[in-house]
């Protein structure tokens, strides 16, 4: 480097120190630049991954707009059970062709009293008809 | 089906080129403004970084270099901001003179004290002096290529860089670190 004229001696010395700095600091060897290879893919694949994102979202509005619909029908459906008659014909379940109907199987009839409990309980104390406070 | 991976292999040719012919000054721009040589090559790399990626976007930049330097220089000083907000007035540098618990040799942390000083003082100079002293002494470049980079002209160069050398003898004399 061509050294500047007319300075003095600190100068040159702050020179040499500067020299020493700067240096000392510049990366020893020079590291190369490293392009990103994965950008072009990643930009991309960017690209790419948004367009089943939105079919997610508007799938998932469908079937919340589909449930909505199904639990209105329902609750309307529910609106015409009588609490006295009870489920209307309407609403009652239509049975499916081909197969048979099946009436719910009978109640046995009640046992006789003696033998509902066979285990002999011991006799319940009746309570007192009248109560004192223990002195 | 050859012209494209001929055409991206020339692209990427044409950027090695440019990193090598600017990347040092990038580097030196970036270090005038954060002192720190690590932190100044993050910068360089980033600037390098944002131009590949327009590149790749397909926007021409009619002069490269100049976008360069512009964008290193916003990118230090965007550090430098937020490093002077963690660190308040002192620059994560000064910790240097701080004594650390392993004992260095002696010659090696007198080198890193005066290091340490001329950093301190190099931080009291205006930023634009810091680039001609950065450009002259980290780069070896002569006044008028000093000119070119920073796009000033060579008396202007010549004149910062005058001043800036007196400033730093003079307080260097004072902190006993050069002169007599």
Do not use: C
Request: charged fraction near 25%.
């Amino acid at each position: 480097m061509k050294p500047l004229q007319g300075l003095t001696q600190e100068t040159h010395e702050t020179d040499a120190l500067l020299r020493e700095l700067f240096r000392a600091e510049m990366p020893d060897p020079w590291p190369p630049f490293q392009p990103p290879a994965t950008f072009p893919a990643e930009h991309a694949r960017s690209e790419r991954s948004s367009l089943p994102s939105y079919v997610g979202l508007a799938a998932s509005l469908l079937f919340l707009i589909a449930g909505l619909v199904a639990g209105s029908y329902l609750l309307r459906a529910d609106a015409t059970v009588d609490p006295e008659r009870g489920i209307l014909p309407s609403a009652a379940r239509p049975i499916q062709p081909g197969k048979q109907f099946r009436p719910p199987p009978a109640i046995s009839p009640a046992p006789p009293p003696g033998r509902l409990n066979p285990m002999p309980m011991p006799a319940e104390e009746e309570p007192p008809l009248s109560f004192s406070y223990p002195h | 089906m050859k012209a494209r991976p001929q055409a991206a292999a020339s692209r990427s040719a044409e950027f090695d080129a440019l990193y090598q012919s600017h990347s040092r000054e990038v580097w030196g721009l970036a270090y005038a403004r954060l002192l720190d040589g690590e932190l100044a090559m993050d910068v360089t790399q980033e600037a390098f970084l944002r131009l590949w990626r327009q590149w790749n976007a397909g926007e021409s930049i009619i002069n490269p270099r100049a976008w360069l330097l512009r964008v290193a220089r916003n990118l230090a000083e965007d550090d430098a901001k937020s490093a002077f907000r963690r660190n308040g007035t002192h620059a994560p540098q000064s910790l240097d003179l701080v004594q650390g618990r392993e004992a260095l040799p002696l010659e090696k942390l007198l080198a890193k004290e005066k290091r340490g000083l001329l950093r301190a003082v190099l931080a009291e100079l205006a930023p634009a002096d810091r680039e001609v002293l950065t450009l002259r002494y980290a780069l070896d470049y002569d006044m008028k290529t000093i000119a070119e980079v920073l796009g000033i002209n060579s008396e202007a160069v010549y004149m910062r860089m005058t001043r800036a050398r007196q400033r730093l003898a003079a307080r260097l004399t004072e902190l006993g670190v050069a002169g007599p």
